[in-house]
């Protein structure tokens, strides 16, 4: 239990401090830090329950969005104020820096396997927020749909 609340807190600050770095509206910061606290638990559950990486990068990313989108629509600002900050517990970074590094040391098999890795999450994650976008877009559409079959019933009445 106290590691899940290591994980919350640190994502949860390293979030916020992106968004602030970034200069989102100060009324977003703490669900920034909500949206990358969600996403990154999601990961790290996932990862935890031993799935592959790439997998719980897609479930978080897709979390990310989620949240991001009821945050979006709740305070009224565009999502992409909760996405960017959300991801960047997310992002390979480490694993991308030790691809680098083993390519210019000369060990030329980890460098491959660690930059094949960093794509395959980055892709996942690229994959998370495309997927979660089309959803919501058809969601909507779907509401908008079904609101303008109910006023055409209204109408004809």
Not at 83 to 112: C, D, E, H, S
Not at 116 to 141: C, F, P, R, T
Request: with cysteine.
């Amino acid at each position: 239990m106290l590691t899940l609340f290591i994980q919350f807190s640190f994502s949860f600050l390293a979030t916020a401090a992106f968004a602030i770095i970034t200069n989102v509206p100060r009324r977003s910061l703490v669900a920034c830090g909500f949206s990358g606290a969600s996403g990154w638990l999601i990961y790290w559950t996932t990862t935890q329950m031993g799935a592959n990486v790439a997998l719980g990068s897609l479930l978080g990313a897709l979390a990310v969005a989620a949240v991001s989108f009821l945050f979006s629509r709740w305070l009224k600002l565009p999502v992409t104020i909760f996405n960017i900050p959300g991801m960047v517990p997310l992002v390979p970074g480490g694993l991308a820096y030790q691809a680098v590094r083993n390519l210019v040391v000369g060990n030329y098999t980890f460098a491959i396997q660690s930059l094949v890795q960093a794509v395959m999450i980055a892709g996942a994650i690229a994959l998370g927020l495309v997927l979660s976008e089309v959803l919501n877009h058809n969601i909507k559409n779907f509401r908008e749909k079904k609101d303008l079959i109910r006023f055409s019933n209204k109408k004809d009445r």
